[in-house]
């Protein structure tokens, strides 16, 4: 099916790249139909990704993987928060983090690490949850996590 996205134009999409966040996502309860597009050149392996509303064609978000900026993230869970996902394995899910990028300051990028979104591949069905990780913090800045990898 074709949508219509603001940045990325009319994109093609099969039914197994729509996902499903039942609850909408923090601050946009009612955009419930996503999908993540990828850097046509670099395709999935490309560090920064979009969540791309299919409800709201002008709405796209940046995303990473955690494990692109630090080597071990472990955000603490309760089980019933994961319910929305149904039936799982821990290794299959997917997890990524919003990242906010101020106006004229890429420099200045932060990460989401308390609230990530977590998505079951096999159903296609993702939520995004608050973590009880005390240590992880809602703006940290994506530099410093770079620096601290390549010393």
Excluded: C
Aim: glycine share 6%; no cysteine.
């Amino acid at each position: 099916m074709e949508y219509e996205t603001r940045f990325f134009g009319t994109v093609d999409l099969s039914d197994d790249k729509v996902l499903t966040f039942e609850e909408g996502i923090m601050g946009f309860p009612d955009m419930k139909r996503w999908t993540i597009l990828y850097d046509k050149d670099r395709g999935e392996n490309a560090p920064v990704s979009w969540l791309q509303s299919l409800d709201e064609s002008g709405f796209a978000m940046p995303i990473i993987s955690p494990f692109s900026l630090v080597d071990t993230y472990s955000p603490l869970v309760e089980d019933e928060l994961l319910a929305p996902l149904g039936n799982f394995k821990d290794e299959d899910l997917l997890i990524f983090l919003s990242l906010s990028v101020p106006v004229g300051r890429p420099a200045d990028t932060t990460a989401n690490f308390k609230a990530p979104f977590i998505i079951n591949p096999e159903n296609r069905r993702g939520i995004q949850i608050i973590v009880d990780n005390e240590d992880y913090d809602i703006h940290t800045k994506v530099a410093d996590l770079v620096k601290k990898t390549k010393a």
